[in-house]
Nanobody, 122 residues
Framework: QVQLVESGGGLVQPGGSLRLSCAAS????????MGWYRQAPGKQRELVAT???????NYADSVKGRFTISRDNAKNTVYLQMNSLKPEDTAVYYC????????????????WGQGTQVTVSS
C-alpha cells in the first residue's frame, strides 16, 4: 500500500510563511505528478500547485508569486513554501500524487493525504 503523510500546517499571521511537506511511502516504483490542493469551509477543493517528475510546475493564479512547490525525488517528498499568506489562504491543504506501485506497475494510481489545516489570522 501507499501512504501520503502531510506536515507543516498551523496558525500564522497575515504576511507570514509556512512550509508544508508531504512524504509518500510504501510499495512505490515511481511517482509522476505531485501536487497540493486546498479546501476552505463551504467551498470546493481547488488546485494550488502541481509539479511533474521532470520539474515542470503549475500554479493557481491566486498563489502565483507567493507559493513555491518543489520535490525531492530521492525522498518521495513534495513541499509547498507559502509566503505572504493571506486570510483567504485559510483551508485544509491536501497532498496529491500519481504513483506507480510495484504491485500495479502498468499504470499510475491517484493517492491523497489526510490533509493539514492552515489558518491565516491575526
Amino acid at each position: 500500500q501507499v501512504q501520503l503523510v502531510e506536515s507543516g500546517g498551523g496558525l500564522v499571521q497575515p504576511g507570514g510563511s509556512l512550509r508544508l511537506s508531504c512524504a509518500a511511502s510504501g510499495s512505490i516504483r515511481s511517482i509522476n505528478a505531485m501536487g497540493w490542493y486546498r479546501q476552505a469551509p463551504g467551498k470546493q477543493r481547488e488546485l494550488v500547485a502541481t509539479i511533474h517528475s521532470g520539474g515542470s510546475t503549475n500554479y493557481a493564479d491566486s498563489v502565483k508569486g507567493r507559493f513555491t512547490i518543489s520535490r525531492d525525488n530521492a525522498k518521495n517528498t513534495v513541499y509547498l513554501q507559502m509566503n505572504s499568506l493571506k486570510p483567504e489562504d485559510t483551508a485544509v491543504y491536501y497532498c496529491n500524487a500519481f504513483i506507480i506501485t510495484w504491485y500495479r506497475p502498468t499504470s499510475a494510481s491517484e493517492y491523497w493525504g489526510q490533509g493539514t489545516q492552515v489558518t491565516v489570522s491575526s
